[in-house]
């Protein structure tokens, strides 16, 4: 006698499904290489905040200008470096809307160090995702500001030494120390817990924008697995073995929880 077979569609519950707001394609990253979890990160948190509609996202050089391909939301592309500049006059001609940049840390933290720094002193009314994956990644593989000590690049071949090149640059406590930053911290892509946590270290920053509070920045511990020569998995676990340790995680500065005052900056909500 056969057995009854149950109806599986019956019992099908859908857990997992693509963000509204990300465009049904595949992306062109290297296989291992984060940014396709931070866009999704991203798109979840403007389908959730219900941000889209009134979203300008700006993205500069790097693997991270392509964001726009990959998030169904209006966009401005900036100079090298220049992101924060541009979003500052983005979100200073339209208050109204949701401006948050994108960058690498080529991008941010070298050819754009004096424009992060001085959008973040200001206190603009911008959110920044940053993702430091500790090198250059378009452009050949070159040292980064947040290269650590020891890693080998193509312009440093033998390991980045601290009495040559100088130590990695944090940029997280750096930008905690800014009189305009409401909130700032640091989250990793490398396992699914520091995802989860990623992603409420992104709300945060984004919901600083949309309070009026000040500057919302967010780092993202991300690999490279081309341009470290590695396999994806020992990629995530140089991340966990060796960023983590200099790059601590966790919130750096949060005026919400810790009452400090927002910034007035001008053309602010």
Request: one cysteine or more.
């Amino acid at each position: 006698m056969s057995m009854p077979t149950k109806d599986a569609s019956a019992s099908e519950e859908l857990v997992f499904a693509r963000p509204a707001s990300m465009v049904d394609r595949a992306t062109h990253y290297c296989p291992g290489c984060h940014h396709g979890i931070a866009h999704r990160l991203v798109a979840e948190l403007l389908d959730e905040l219900e941000l889209v509609e009134k979203t300008i996202a700006v993205a500069s050089i790097g693997c991270s200008v392509f964001l726009y391909n990959y998030i169904d939301a209006d966009s401005v592309e900036s100079p090298h470096g220049r992101a924060p500049a541009v979003a500052t006059g983005v979100k200073r001609a339209r208050p109204d809307k949701f401006v948050f940049t994108y960058q690498g840390d080529g991008d941010l933290a070298s050819i754009g160090m004096a424009e992060i720094m001085h959008a973040a002193n200001r206190g603009e009314r911008i959110s920044v995702v940053f993702v430091n994956n500790t090198v250059y990644g378009m452009t050949g593989g070159q040292m980064a500001p947040t290269t650590l000590l020891g890693q080998k690049t193509t312009t440093c071949p033998v390991g980045r030494c601290k009495d040559r090149e100088g130590s990695p640059i944090r940029m997280a406590e750096l930008i905690a120390q800014l009189g305009g930053t409401a909130f700032c911290a640091r989250g990793s892509l490398d396992s699914v817990k520091d995802i989860r946590q990623a992603k409420k270290y992104m709300r945060q920053a984004f919901e600083v924008q949309t309070k009026g509070l000040g500057f919302g920045f967010v780092e993202l511990l991300s690999g490279c697995p081309t341009n470290w020569r590695m396999t994806p998995v020992a990629a995530n676990k140089r991340i966990t073995d060796e960023m983590i340790p200099y790059f601590p995680l966790g919130v750096y500065r949060d005026v919400a929880a810790d009452g400090t005052c927002g910034s007035t900056v001008a053309g602010g909500e």
